[in-house]
């Protein structure tokens, strides 16, 4: 207290570095918040990416079996609502991939 009973108040500087501390702190927060956002907008896209990966193999082994049961890419684009371009690159896609796996299984002599 002062000599007339009032209670001190803070010197400048001790509201600067107080005023400091409260903006750092703000800005940490928001830079913890953004950078919460940016992860869970990747595990989004992760998750988003990976279940494409997992309807393609779908859509590749079912038009894979509708070709063995001799239906053409036309026929095929036709039952199933797709372009016949994109029966064309699922049937690439599975000759790809039972290419890259029969290549990674042994072969029996």
């Known amino acids: 207290m002062n000599d007339s009973g009032n209670a001190k108040q803070p010197s400048k500087k001790i509201l600067a570095v107080r005023r400091a501390g409260e903006i750092r702190r703000r800005r940490i927060a928001v830079a913890r918040e953004r950078e919460a ?4 907008t990747a595990v989004g896209v992760i998750t988003a990416h990976l279940a494409i990966e997992e309807a393609n193999v779908a859509i590749s082994g079912g038009v894979m079996k509708l070709r063995a049961f001799g239906e053409t890419p036309e026929s095929i684009a036709e039952l199933c609502g797709m ?5 064309r690159t699922a049937l ?3 000759r790809k991939a039972n290419g890259e796996a029969s290549a990674i299984a042994p072969r029996p002599a």
């Open 37 to 40: 956002q940016i992860e869970d």
């Open 83 to 87: 372009r016949v371009t994109d029966v």
């Open 92 to 94: 690439a896609a599975a």
